[in-house]
């Protein structure tokens, strides 16, 4: 689990910086600019680190389901291994994604405007700037993006039904009290990424503000709330937590 905790850490590093620096210096009024190989490689770090994440939370689900439903067997299925072959696979398949939406999106040609209606350039954003049809373009960006994220919800969906029928086969409390709490962070992760995706990309006519209210929740909220949901899950942070507070408390009181 913690491997993969990993993986997911330094997505919400390099998905934070995909799009917070340039939205800073809008906000500031140093620069309101960008060239196009930097919406170019906006548009694609920002579906690379998206479809990651997705596949990472597919694996995350394969993972819990392996630890509740198969206990004994967990360290000789999920060895180091298999992790590392489901890790890579999930960078390559995120960059797979990427490539072949931002080959679509930019391979058409940019003659008009050149005012992105946005905070970051991505495929809603970008498209209405070109020249030519763009009907291709958004059928494969939202065939890619709806397909992709479908099948993962899907398999994670399959995974936790599974776990399902399993707590509800143990006996005891605290069994099924500890088997809900391993997956008590994951949901909740999954729900604060499926979400915005959801209302983003699988809409028919999405509305600009909502998009981007969105969007700014999913960028630069949900990552910082990833280590708060995983990292309060664990016993030692919890114990940790509860000897600097009291600490600090009476402190104060001295």
Same mark, same amino acid.
């Given at each position: 689990?913690?491997?993969?905790?990993?993986?997911?850490?330094?997505?919400?590093?390099?998905?934070?910086?995909?799009?917070?620096?340039?939205?800073?210096?809008?906000?500031?009024?140093?620069?309101?600019?960008?060239?196009?190989?930097?919406?170019?490689?906006?548009?694609?770090?920002?579906?690379?680190?998206?479809?990651?994440?997705?596949?990472?939370?597919?694996?995350?689900?394969?993972?819990?389901?392996?630890?509740?439903?198969?206990?004994?067997?967990?360290?000789?299925?999920?060895?180091?291994?298999?992790?590392?072959? =489901?890790?890579?696979? @999930?960078?390559? &398949?995120?960059? $797979?994604?990427? *490539?072949?939406? %931002?080959?679509?999106?930019?391979?058409?040609?940019?003659?008009?405007?050149?005012?992105?209606?946005?905070?970051?350039?991505?495929?809603?954003?970008?498209?209405?700037?070109?020249?030519?049809?763009?009907?291709?373009?958004?059928?494969?960006?939202?065939?890619?993006?709806?397909?992709?994220?479908?099948?993962?919800?899907?398999?994670? =969906?399959?995974?936790? @039904?599974?776990? &399902?029928?399993? $707590?509800?086969? *143990?006996?005891? %409390?605290?069994?099924?009290?500890?088997?809900?709490?391993?997956?008590?962070?994951?949901?909740?992760?999954?729900?604060?990424?499926?979400?915005?995706?959801?209302?983003?990309?699988?809409?028919?006519?999405?509305?600009?503000?909502?998009?981007?209210?969105?969007?700014?929740?999913?960028?630069?909220?949900?990552?910082?709330?990833?280590? =708060?949901?995983?990292?309060?899950?664990?016993?030692?942070?919890?114990?940790?937590?509860?000897?600097?507070?009291?600490?600090?408390?009476?402190?104060?009181?001295?």
């Amino acid at each position: 689990m913690y491997f993969f905790l990993g993986n997911l850490s330094i997505f919400d590093l390099g998905f934070s910086s995909t799009t917070a620096p340039k939205m800073l210096l809008y906000l500031s009024g140093q620069e309101h600019g960008i060239s196009f190989q930097g919406c170019a490689a906006q548009l694609f770090f920002y579906h690379f680190l998206g479809c990651t994440e997705c596949f990472l939370y597919t694996v995350m689900a394969y993972d819990r389901f392996v630890a509740i439903c198969f206990p004994w067997g967990y360290m000789a299925i999920m060895n180091h291994r298999v992790c590392s072959v =489901l890790a890579t696979g @999930t960078w390559m &398949g995120g960059c $797979i994604h990427a *490539i072949i939406l %931002t080959s679509v999106t930019f391979q058409l040609p940019y003659c008009g405007s050149n005012e992105v209606g946005y905070y970051f350039c991505d495929i809603p954003a970008v498209l209405p700037l070109a020249c030519e049809d763009t009907s291709l373009a958004q059928r494969v960006g939202f065939t890619n993006v709806g397909i992709l994220s479908l099948i993962c919800f899907f398999l994670i =969906l399959v995974s936790y @039904t599974c776990i &399902g029928i399993s $707590i509800s086969k *143990i006996r005891s %409390t605290e069994g099924r009290q500890r088997a809900f709490s391993t997956c008590s962070a994951h949901l909740a992760a999954i729900l604060c990424a499926y979400g915005p995706v959801i209302i983003v990309y699988l809409q028919p006519n999405p509305r600009p503000l909502l998009g981007a209210v969105v969007q700014i929740l999913n960028n630069l909220v949900t990552p910082m709330l990833n280590p =708060l949901i995983y990292s309060l899950r664990n016993k030692d942070v919890k114990s940790a937590l509860r000897n600097v507070f009291p600490k600090r408390s009476l402190a104060v009181e001295k």
